[in-house]
Each structure stands twice: as C-alpha cells, then as structure tokens.
C-alpha cells in the first residue's frame, strides 16, 4: 500500500484549490477493453460513484497506480459533476487509506470499554450465527432481532443488508426517514408524488428562490449551475434564517424568522391575488380546489399579517411576490432544513401552492423543486433475494420509528407483554451521533443483549456494541448510485481491492447464510454463490435501461454514468399522480391524514420561557452528518466544534467570542467555545451536528424528538422538527 500525507495529496488533486471545494477539471474519459488508460507507468482509471447522502451523489474518476489510489477527480462524462468535486470528496483517498480504519472483524470485551479483541470472520459469522438461532428457539421467532439502518451509503446493494435480515425471518425495522418527510407528504398531496425539475435546467430560469436551502455547502455543483444563470441574468433570491454562504453569493438575502415560511409563501400568494397576477388559466385546466385556496387567501391573510410573523417588512414581500410573478419561468428550490419544523409541511405545501398559482408548474427553469426518485428504478435485488424461511414464526416485519427509535426499544424492553429486542443490528448510520436524544440512546442500547455494527471507523456506536464488521468503502467493491436531485445513474466499479479484511453489505449477508445453514440447513433463505458484478447486474430493470436507450447495464460502464431524459421540467405533461390526476389545492388524502385539506398557515411552535433561544443545528461543511469531520486531512483544516452567537445576544449574556460556554436545556448540556457572527438570528444560536473523533461533542443531547408534522403518508412515519429546538446560553 502507497504512504499518503496530505501534502501528496494536494499536490496530487491540483493543489490546494481542490481541497477548498473550487474544483478541477479533467479531461473526458472513455473506457479501454481492459478497463485501463495507460501512461507513464501502470495506471488505470476506475469510475465510481460518491454514495453519501447527498444531493450531488457524484460521478467518480480514481486514479490507481500499482493497485494503490493516486487521487480521486470528477467524472467530466458527467455534464452535473463536470469533473468537479466538493471539500468532502478530495479527502477520500485520506478516507480509504487512514489508519483509524477498522481493519477486522471485532469483539469488545465489555460493551463502551474500547477493549477490543480480533477475531476471525469465520468466529463473527458464528457468534451472529448462534444468537439469531437461540433467538429463534427462546421466541419461536425473530422479531427481538431489530435493524437500524439509514443513508451513511447509498449504494443500491446496500438494500441487502434489509434482504439479509428478511432471510432470517420477520424482523424488527427502524422505519421512516429523519431527514425529510414532511417535504414528500406535502408533495405527495398536491402532486401525487416528488418530481422535481432536472437541477441543470435551473441556468433557464429568469429568477430563482432559494428557501431553506445552502447549495455552497450541501450541493456545491448546483452552485455551478446558479452562477452560469446568474450570469444569464437570472435574479438569485435566498430565504434563510441565516446569511449562508449561498446567501451571500445571491442578488438578495431575505432573512426570516425561523418556522414562518408558510407565512410568507401565503402573504406573497395574497399579493399575486389581489393583483391579478395569477394563472387563471392553468388553474383551470389543471388544478382542483383553486377557488378553496383563493378564498381561504381572501378571508385569511393579509401582508401585513405576513409581515408580523416573519419579521420581513412589507414592501419586500410586496416586490418579492410581484418580481416572482412577473419572471417567467420562475423557479423555487424548496430545502430540507426549512420543512424540519412542526408545521414544516404545511409550510411546503403553501409553497407548492405558490409556484402552482403562478404557472410555474411543467415549464423549463420553473417548478417547485424539491427532490425526486424517478430516477430509483431499480429491482433492488439484493433486497429482494431475502425472504422469510419457512418455519420462521411471525406474520410481518415489526416497526419502529426511526425518529424515536431509542424511546420505543426501551418501551418495548420495559414491557413484559410485548417482544422484547435482544439483538441489533446497524449499518449505514451511527445513531448514537445522529438520532434525537441521544442519553436516550445509550440507555436504550444498554437494554440490548447484542449489537453488532457494520461500519468503517470506531464512531460512538460502534464503542456501544458487541461486535464490529470491517466494511469496505466504495472504493473497495462494485455498486450502482442515483442521487434525489439530479438524474444521473452512476455505476462504481472496484479501483483497487478490499483493504485488510473488509467486506461489503452483500458479502456479508452471503457468509451469514452459509454459517446459519451450515448450523441448521435451511435457516436462512439469502443466496450465496453471486459475484457483486453479477449483483449489479441484476439490480438494473429492463425499462431503467430504456430510458437510457440501453439494452444492457454494461453500456453504462463505457463512461461511467447515464442520464435519464425527460425531466426539463417537472410535470410538462400536465399527469399528475394524484386521484384526481391534476395538481390538488384541496387535498382530500391530505385530510384523511389529519391535516388540513387546503395549504393552510399552521401556527410555529413558539420558545418556552425557560428555554427562551432558538436552538439550529444545520450540516457542516467539512463533513455529512459523522463523516468526513474524523478525516485526518479535514482534522488540519477544522477540528473544534464551536456555537454561533450574534454579538447582540452574546452582549446580553456577557459573552465575547473565543469564550467557553455551557449551552442546556431540560434534556441534556453542551459545553463548547463561542463564535460571535452576525450572519445568525439575534434570537437564536447555531451549531453545526457533526462528530469529532475522540471529543465529547455531540448536537443531539440537546435535540428532542419532537415530530414534524408529516411524513406518515410516504414515509410512514413523521419526520423530525430539528430546528424546533430550544436551549438556555451561558459563559462558563
């Protein structure tokens, strides 16, 4: 294996502009019979693709020399990549390589001690082996093994990690989503379902609102795509509580007070009413309960009602909504952060309603775009392949909120009435870290007889389990990656081979099966004899390939990527997916999940007095969510968490900047240093969720579990009101 600093790699990725996220670019590649571009010396090129959770889910180029990654670029096949990747994705030759990785299967002698003792694979398969097989003897079956899994890879094969515990028998699932389910209910009521514009369209628009969402962190190629339309003459407005670094690369920042945003989304609406300027005629042939919506317009808001609730002063809601109603087309991308309230759905739906009065609905560089899975055809095979063996016991999987996970498993382990859960299972998250509550976590894991956790680093989930599995990165073994908000499909191709004894999901699941059917044939039902490439192959469907103009996946590795076409814009054929099949102002399936039926304003949750400050807890922009921030590269950039105070409340609380603080409420305490700016709320701190290696730092001591108001309907399960949250501040 090659010996890596970070001096090598900046040199490596055209010096330090990369590792700041300006980018490179390389030259267009297109694969040779045996996979490699030759130059001076043995080098290969290997596509891939970036599994985070991310919008940009990036096409990938690695450059291997002797079996070992030189760098990593961005594919220029790719017209989103173009060649380009963020901060994040020029560490992960740091990524692959660090020392901090887990290197081998491991158990822990005493769960959270860090004693740690290696083991073989063959001695992990049979300890997970055994306890799945006395579960099933003491319970008669296999709902007190539980699986909580979410989006650290996004790798479509990832799915056999559900395929392998269904192959054990009914189990019991985390369900739901944290990150953005009230957003896909809203849309699922008006539109039928999320569809948004292809993001590479939005260089047509003549003026584009950016609400709730910071692209120059979290989307940095669609930053690309805003400056060439501003460059167009496109007016870039964003909408944030906070002056982001979006916000200050726009023509206007419009700060609002957090949790208002239906508000101002109906106040402009009312404007665009009482002047006419609405699409009375795309009303008429394609929407129902229009004239509901207008009169619950007339009857209920006012501007300066609007202007009392999110603290923008009139005459710019005023021009806001007729600038808006003026430009055509006209786009608004609708961000995650902005729905992660109480009435966060209620506040998407109002927007949809806005774009939707408008015309902007179906039109090239308009729309209401906030995400879609259009592009997710897959057969998730690797899913699919498990099934309950006969005998298991059970009628169906057991659910659990994934937003209040650590709650219910104690709930349940408390009751001697209900199936208590004995075993865990984690892959593609560290809960500890990332879930609400998190004091409610340890307990919770405390209650748990076994955990198993697969993953690559010693993270705080990992230090509270029993056993760890070693599992490659992406780098390591094949995959297939589509992203939310663009629609390109992306194959990743192994650049070099699994280091030390890591193994993937599939690989996994496949060495359980022949170790439970070994110990008792016919206890487990996931197949064992498929290579990954034969996986991959499986998991693309024939009318996916279709819309690619392919008859088979492995057209897609000539260059790595392929883009579904037809998604200009969203809904220009005027089909929505709703009962009606127009878009739904008045939505009965949204009152039949005990909303409103009209995009209505839903009052915010206001701050108690004992806990008076706004508590915003935004992603980072040297990691996502636990990842990336432990890197050793990232850790010589930044590696000091700290709370943002605006000098007016750090004045009140005699506060200078540099200070340690003590940040608390009813739930749990935060200690960190104080960083004063004035980009922030007066009324309100912000702290970025991330996880430091080897510091005591985490957001979710303070973070309840307070549920958005939807996400049931797609999802199954509500969403989480992240920036809900409510804290007291004071210097140490």
Same mark, same amino acid.
């Given at each position: 294996?090659?010996?890596?600093?970070?001096?090598?790699?900046?040199?490596?990725?055209?010096?330090?502009?990369?590792?700041?996220?300006?980018?490179?670019?390389?030259?267009?590649?297109?694969?040779?019979?045996?996979?490699?571009?030759?130059?001076?010396?043995?080098?290969?090129?290997?596509?891939?693709?970036?599994?985070?959770?991310?919008?940009?889910?990036?096409?990938?180029?690695?450059?291997?020399?002797?079996?070992?990654?030189?760098?990593?670029?961005?594919?220029?096949n790719?017209?989103?990549?173009?060649?380009?990747?963020?901060?994040?994705?020029?560490?992960?030759?740091?990524?692959v390589?660090?020392?901090?990785?887990?290197?081998?299967?491991?158990?822990?002698?005493?769960?959270?001690?860090?004693?740690?003792?290696?083991?073989?694979?063959?001695?992990?398969?049979?300890?997970?082996?055994?306890k799945?097989?006395?579960?099933?003897?003491?319970?008669?079956?296999t709902?007190?093994?539980?699986?909580?899994?979410?989006?650290?890879?996004?790798?479509?094969?990832?799915?056999?990690?559900?395929?392998?515990?269904?192959?054990?028998?009914?189990?019991?699932?985390?369900?739901g989503?944290?990150?953005?389910?009230?957003?896909?209910?809203?849309?699922?009521?008006?539109?039928?379902?999320?569809?948004?514009?292809?993001p590479?369209?939005?260089?047509?628009?003549?003026?584009?609102?950016?609400?709730?969402?910071?692209?120059a962190?979290?989307?940095?190629?669609?930053?690309?795509?805003?400056?060439?339309?501003?460059?167009?003459?496109?007016?870039?407005?964003?909408?944030?509580?906070?002056?982001?670094?979006?916000?200050?690369?726009?023509?206007?920042?419009?700060?609002?007070k957090?949790?208002?945003?239906?508000?101002?989304?109906?106040?402009?609406?009312?404007?665009?009413?009482?002047?006419?300027?609405?699409?009375?005629?795309?009303?008429?042939?394609?929407?129902?309960?229009?004239?509901?919506?207008?009169?619950?317009?007339?009857?209920?808001?006012? =501007?300066?009602?609007?202007?009392?609730?999110?603290?923008?002063?009139?005459?710019?809601?005023?021009?806001?909504?007729?600038?808006?109603?003026?430009?055509?087309?006209?786009?608004?991308?609708?961000?995650?952060?902005?729905?992660?309230?109480?009435?966060?759905?209620?506040?998407?739906?109002?927007?949809?309603?806005?774009?939707?009065?408008?015309?902007? =609905?179906?039109?090239?560089?308009?729309?209401?775009?906030?995400?879609?899975?259009?592009?997710?055809?897959?057969n998730?095979?690797?899913?699919?392949?498990g099934?309950?063996?006969?005998?298991?016991?059970?009628?169906?999987?057991?659910?659990?909120? =994934?937003?209040?996970?650590?709650?219910?498993?104690?709930?349940?382990?408390?009751? !001697?009435?209900?199936?208590?859960?004995?075993?865990?299972?984690?892959?593609?998250?560290?809960?500890?870290?990332?879930?609400?509550?998190?004091?409610?976590?340890?307990?919770?894991?405390?209650?748990?007889?076994?955990?198993?956790?697969?993953?690559?680093?010693?993270?705080?989930?990992?230090?509270?389990?029993?056993?760890?599995?070693?599992?490659?990165?992406?780098?390591?073994?094949?995959?297939?990656?589509?992203?939310?908000?663009?629609?390109w499909?992306?194959?990743?191709?192994?650049?070099?081979?699994?280091?030390?004894?890591?193994?993937?999901?599939?690989?996994?699941?496949?060495?359980?099966?022949?170790?439970?059917?070994?110990?008792?044939?016919?206890?487990?039902?996931?197949?064992t004899?498929?290579?990954?490439?034969?996986?991959?192959?499986?998991?693309?469907?024939?009318a996916?390939?279709?819309?690619?103009?392919?008859?088979?996946?492995?057209?897609?590795?000539?260059?790595?990527?392929?883009? =579904?076409?037809?998604?200009?814009?969203?809904?220009?054929?005027?089909?929505?997916?709703?009962?009606?099949?127009?878009?739904?102002?008045?939505?009965?399936?949204?009152?039949?999940?005990?909303?409103?039926?009209?995009?209505?304003?839903?009052?915010?949750?206001?701050?108690?007095?004992?806990?008076p400050?706004?508590?915003?807890? !935004?992603?980072?922009?040297?990691?996502?969510?636990?990842?990336?921030?432990?890197?050793?590269?990232?850790?010589?950039?930044?590696?000091?968490?700290?709370?943002?105070?605006?000098?007016?409340?750090?004045?009140?609380?005699?506060?200078?900047?540099?200070?340690?603080?003590?940040?608390?409420?009813?739930?749990?305490?935060?200690?960190?240093?104080?960083?004063?700016?004035?980009?922030? !709320?007066?009324?309100?701190?912000?702290?970025?969720?991330?996880?430091?290696?080897?510091?005591?730092?985490?957001?979710?001591?303070?973070?309840?579990?307070?549920?958005?108001?939807?996400?049931?309907?797609?999802?199954?399960?509500?969403?989480?009101?992240?920036?809900?949250?409510?804290?007291?501040?004071?210097?140490?």
């Amino acid at each position: 294996m090659g010996k890596f600093s970070r001096r090598t790699f900046l040199k490596g990725s055209a010096t330090l502009s990369a590792l700041l996220g300006i980018g490179t670019t390389t030259s267009s590649f297109t694969k040779t019979n045996n996979n490699t571009v030759k130059a001076a010396g043995e080098v290969k090129q290997v596509f891939g693709a970036c599994p985070r959770n991310c919008y940009d889910t990036c096409s990938l180029v690695s450059t291997v020399e002797d079996g070992t990654i030189k760098y990593i670029t961005g594919n220029k096949n790719n017209s989103y990549t173009n060649g380009r990747l963020c901060v994040k994705g020029y560490t992960y030759p740091n990524y692959v390589y660090s020392p901090d990785r887990i290197k081998y299967p491991m158990k822990q002698i005493g769960r959270g001690s860090g004693k740690w003792e290696r083991i073989t694979w063959d001695e992990a398969y049979e300890m997970i082996a055994k306890k799945i097989l006395e579960i099933k003897e003491k319970h008669g079956s296999t709902l007190p093994i539980a699986l909580n899994k979410y989006s650290g890879n996004f790798n479509i094969l990832s799915y056999g990690v559900e395929g392998m515990l269904s192959s054990w028998g009914y189990t019991t699932r985390a369900t739901g989503t944290p990150c953005w389910p009230a957003g896909i209910d809203s849309q699922t009521f008006d539109f039928g379902t999320i569809v948004n514009s292809d993001p590479e369209m939005m260089v047509k628009a003549k003026y584009l609102i950016i609400w709730g969402a910071n692209p120059a962190w979290t989307s940095v190629h669609s930053m690309s795509i805003i400056q060439k339309a501003k460059e167009n003459g496109t007016k870039v407005v964003v909408i944030d509580p906070i002056m982001t670094d979006t916000a200050a690369n726009a023509d206007e920042f419009i700060e609002i007070k957090a949790s208002t945003d239906g508000a101002l989304a109906l106040g402009m609406a009312k404007y665009i009413l009482d002047h006419n300027l609405h699409d009375q005629k795309w009303l008429k042939s394609n929407s129902i309960g229009f004239e509901e919506y207008l009169n619950y317009l007339r009857n209920n808001v006012t =501007i300066e009602w609007a202007s009392e609730k999110t603290g923008i002063p009139v005459q710019v809601i005023e021009r806001l909504a007729r600038e808006y109603a003026a430009a055509k087309p006209a786009s608004i991308w609708i961000g995650y952060g902005m729905q992660r309230h109480t009435n966060g759905g209620a506040a998407v739906r109002s927007i949809d309603a806005l774009v939707a009065m408008s015309g902007n =609905i179906g039109v090239v560089g308009g729309g209401a775009n906030y995400a879609q899975l259009d592009s997710w055809g897959f057969n998730y095979a690797a899913m699919v392949a498990g099934t309950p063996p006969e005998g298991s016991g059970g009628e169906a999987d057991r659910a659990i909120n =994934i937003n209040n996970f650590p709650a219910q498993v104690l709930e349940l382990n408390s009751n !001697p009435n209900e199936i208590p859960i004995e075993m865990l299972w984690v892959a593609c998250r560290n809960p500890i870290a990332q879930d609400p509550e998190a004091s409610v976590s340890y307990k919770a894991f405390e209650s748990i007889d076994f955990v198993v956790t697969a993953d690559l680093w010693f993270n705080e989930t990992v230090n509270q389990s029993d056993l760890v599995l070693p599992v490659t990165s992406i780098f390591e073994t094949w995959g297939v990656h589509a992203s939310y908000w663009h629609y390109w499909i992306n194959i990743n191709e192994p650049a070099i081979d699994p280091l030390y004894e890591s193994k993937c999901d599939v690989e996994i699941a496949m060495g359980i099966s022949k170790k439970l059917n070994e110990l008792q044939p016919g206890s487990c039902t996931y197949p064992t004899d498929r290579s990954m490439e034969e996986w991959v192959g499986m998991e693309m469907s024939d009318a996916q390939l279709a819309q690619f103009g392919f008859k088979d996946w492995k057209e897609i590795l000539e260059k790595g990527t392929a883009k =579904i076409k037809g998604y200009d814009a969203a809904w220009a054929d005027g089909k929505f997916r709703t009962p009606s099949g127009k878009y739904e102002f008045l939505s009965k399936k949204c009152a039949a999940y005990g909303h409103h039926a009209l995009p209505v304003y839903v009052e915010e949750l206001k701050a108690p007095k004992e806990t008076p400050i706004r508590f915003l807890t !935004p992603h980072w922009k040297y990691g996502l969510h636990s990842q990336f921030a432990n890197l050793e590269w990232m850790e010589s950039v930044h590696n000091e968490p700290f709370v943002e105070i605006h000098p007016i409340l750090a004045n009140q609380k005699g506060i200078k900047d540099g200070d340690m603080v003590r940040v608390s409420n009813e739930i749990g305490f935060v200690e960190v240093k104080a960083k004063l700016t004035q980009s922030i !709320p007066k009324d309100g701190i912000v702290m970025y969720e991330a996880w430091y290696k080897d510091q005591n730092f985490n957001v979710n001591y303070l973070v309840k579990a307070t549920p958005s108001d939807m996400g049931s309907c797609a999802t199954g399960q509500a969403g989480l009101a992240f920036h809900d949250q409510f804290v007291n501040l004071e210097k140490m």
